[in-house]
């Protein structure tokens, strides 16, 4: 079965500096990968995808992630955060085991950005 | 745009109570899903439907049914509710590709359970 392993529960950084968020996966297929946002009180918003072409990935509001198949990995960057970025965020495989239907989520990243 | 509506954004219910979570999207896709979240846990799929009358059981199936009688509607039932299930659920819908399978989340309803 697929699984997704986001490292750090908090994260905190200063408004202007580097964002990364770390995510792992694991399939035993091609994996199409996810990233969504949640702000407060919201449902989740789709910020970028990997399906299959070019391995760095651009989505919103400047975030883009790298799929990496050598390391397992999909890590979310942004060069410069913004105070409004503050949010929880998932990292999501598509699920072999629903024959790629459903998404397997990871437990979540809370970006903290310090003024 | 599209649009993944869920009936209700709170709810309040007592143990042993049966209850409906709703939800509706309006972009005639053919998968639709319910997850819950809670906090450290991320997301967890109870049950999805790929069709009208058609599901299958994710992850957390225990405690939890599911109705879909027309491809726009899918429901969450609570059979008898109980207070480990109080929590966020959401509803979120996809197209039936093999390339894509980005789901689009209704605005989540929190049910607590006293």
């Known amino acids: 079965a697929q699984s997704v392993t986001q490292l750090g529960s908090h994260v905190s950084v200063s408004e202007g500096a580097l964002v990364l968020l770390r995510c792992n996966y694991s399939s035993s297929v091609p994996p199409y990968l996810f990233w969504y946002v949640q702000y407060p009180n919201q449902g989740l918003q789709l910020l970028l995808k990997y399906t299959t072409g070019a391995t760095l990935v651009k989505g919103i509001n400047g975030f883009e992630a790298e799929f990496k198949k050598s390391e397992t990995s999909f890590h979310l960057t942004k060069p410069s955060a913004h105070m409004s970025d503050a949010a929880e965020y998932f990292c999501a495989v598509s699920g072999e085991d629903t024959g790629r239907r459903a998404l397997t989520f990871g437990s979540g990243t809370r970006l903290q950005v310090q003024p | 745009d599209v649009k993944v509506t869920q009936s209700s954004r709170y709810l309040v219910k007592r143990t042993g109570e049966k209850v409906f979570l709703e939800c509706v999207q309006d972009m005639d896709h053919e998968n639709m899903f319910w997850y819950r979240q809670d906090p450290g846990l991320g997301l967890r799929l109870i049950y999805f439907s790929y069709d009208v009358k058609m599901k299958e059981k994710g992850d957390i199936p225990e405690g939890y049914s599911v109705s879909r009688e027309k491809k726009e509607r899918f429901s969450l039932i609570l059979e008898s509710a109980s207070t480990n299930q109080t929590s966020m659920y959401l509803c979120?819908?996809?197209?039936?590709?093999?390339?894509?399978?980005?789901?689009?989340f209704g605005q989540g309803t929190r049910l607590t359970v006293v």
């Open positions: 979120a819908s996809s197209f039936n590709s093999n390339i894509n399978t980005e789901a689009f």
